[in-house]
């Protein structure tokens, strides 16, 4: 399935007030002019909702976090008393190195990170994985999709972190290992004001969505009664 045909059946599927995916991969060239914006990476994400492709660098990249989990620096010392002191989000400094160390970001192999939306992808080759703006709506019928052949009842985890590693390092690292899980997220207390208050993201790793593209048209999307009471809300005008 090339990603054209994959945003075809997706729009069939979830209807056209459905916002298509986003891909992420890392690029030894970047797809767009990196453009650098200070704090929080997710204040440019408003050009993707637009079609536009956005590449981050680490020079682009001005949050210590964001450059930790999107690969492109190390986590600074402090941050772990900034997270629980300043924005208290863990107990204390130590609570937060422990949890900061279980997400284990990995440092990229090449220096860019691109998000293209699905219908500008030319292949899915080197995408790392895929990431949905969802609505509860829409994010019902991802979860559903999700779950359709797995027996796991974890299939889809949604572990404490910022944004970024919800978006970024969890889909990565998950695509790395071949894993199964997909990942629920944006959370983060300090990304939700660059969001609508009623969107969250859905992320697939590529080593899951090479199994899931094969149950688009088998699970309750392909016209299940109830999915389609669901899909006709998603659509209303």
């Known amino acids: ?84 002191e300043y924005e208290r989000y863990k107990s204390d400094p130590e609570t937060a190195k422990k949890s900061v160390a279980q997400i284990n970001a990995q440092r990229a192999s090449k220096p860019y990170l691109n998000f293209i939306r699905v219908d500008k992808l030319e292949s899915f080759q080197d995408v790392e994985g895929l990431l949905f703006f969802a609505t509860p709506d829409i994010l019902s019928g991802l979860f559903t999709w999700a779950n359709y052949d797995q027996a796991d009842i974890n299939a889809v985890q949604m572990p404490w972190g910022s944004g970024c590693s919800a978006t970024i390092t969890a889909l990565v690292n998950e695509n790395r290992c071949g894993g199964k899980h997909c990942y629920l997220g944006m959370l983060d207390v300090s990304a939700r004001p660059y969001f609508k208050q009623d969107i969250l993201t859905f992320a697939i790793p590529m080593s899951r969505f090479s199994e899931m593209s094969k149950t688009f048209g088998q699970c309750c999307l392909a016209g299940a009664p109830a999915w389609l009471k669901v899909k006709k809300r998603i659509n209303a005008i």
Request: aromatic share 14%.
């Open 1 to 84: 399935m090339t990603p054209r045909q994959f945003a075809e059946q997706y729009v069939n599927y979830f209807g056209e007030a459905a916002m298509l995916p986003v891909a992420l991969c890392y690029t030894d060239a970047p797809k767009n002019e990196p453009r650098v914006i200070k704090g929080c990476m997710f204040k440019q994400f408003h050009r993707l909702f637009k079609g536009e492709t956005i590449t981050l660098d680490a020079t682009s990249i001005t949050c210590g976090g964001g450059k930790l989990y999107s690969g492109m620096g190390t986590m600074p010392e402090r941050i772990y008393s900034f997270i629980s």
